[in-house]
């Protein structure tokens, strides 16, 4: 007898959009970063291309607020990428952890371009951190793509992801199970050991998305289940796992 494995998504945590924050302030300094700040609401955009003359949203003041918009940018191309920026007040970029636009600034509406980036085909860590001090605000992310992939211009919606949280639920394992989960570029590795019927993995917004094996173990360390291809896992992913056996 041999152990039989599917492995398949019972839910897909990735969905079309960006998630925003919005922040208040005071003060003259805006916020430098969003850490230690509480939220006054959340949202989900399809895209980045905003002209707020007024309040941003319900519950959120026209004058000094802030809003992270946080997710994934898909390119469909690899290739070299301009990013750019039409901001009033200030705004910085993030992209797969690095600054590539920094206008952090009181001004009118204004455009900022990045460097060209070398961008592999496929999802990116996308942060933009924006803050307004005097109403009129606005706040557009473009691109301005390589060759013939399309004309320079605000960055279409269906380039957008975010995930659902920061954790991978796996279910369907019996009690004495756990799954492993290993970057093959890192080499690190993460793991979990059912309580009941599952268990979960935590995978924060800056380890999505994750490629790697799946192994499924048993508590003694004995190694049950190795995946031949990498699993792609977001946050907010539940990863069914049916066992069988195989009689020979
Ligand atoms: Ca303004």
Redesign the pocket.
Known sequence: MSLRVVIYKAKDGLRRGIEAYFYTWHGEKPPETPEGLRPVRREVHEWINFVWWDNPAPGVPGEFFAVLWRGFLYVPETGVYRLYVVT??GSRVWLDDELVIDAWR?Q?PRTYFSKPLSLQRGYHRLKYWFY???????AILGWIPPGDLGEPGVIPKEMYRYSLGDRVDFTGLPEEYGVEIIDPVTGSAKKCFSVGAGCSITLPYEEQPFYGRLRILRRTGEILYESRENMELWGGDEVRIVFGELRK
């Open positions: 009033d007040d009181d009118p307004n001090r005097y109403a009129f605000s606005e």
